[in-house]
């Protein structure tokens, strides 16, 4: 969409606004890019902590939660 305004000059400015669908658009690509960051965010947390966990454990639920115990 297409605004014009008086600008300070005196003479007529354009100014381009997003339409609605395109900040849908934008924001639904937003949206994507956060989700896509934390999830991989997520696996490089994940990836260090398997790498750094000791092979063997001393009881078979070492750092396991229960909850009902």
Excluded: C, W
């Excluded at 260090?48 to 092979?55: H, K, Q, V």
Aim: hydrophobic share 50%; net charge positive; charged share 15%.
């Amino acid at each position: 969409m297409i605004r014009t305004y008086q600008a300070e000059h005196g003479g007529l400015a354009f100014e381009h606004a997003p339409t609605r669908r395109q900040k849908v658009a934008r924001n639904r690509m937003r949206a994507l890019a956060v989700i896509a960051a934390v999830a991989a965010s997520a696996g490089v947390l994940q990836h260090f902590n398997d790498n750094l966990a000791p092979s063997g454990s001393a009881a078979p639920d070492a750092g396991a939660y229960f909850a009902a115990r």
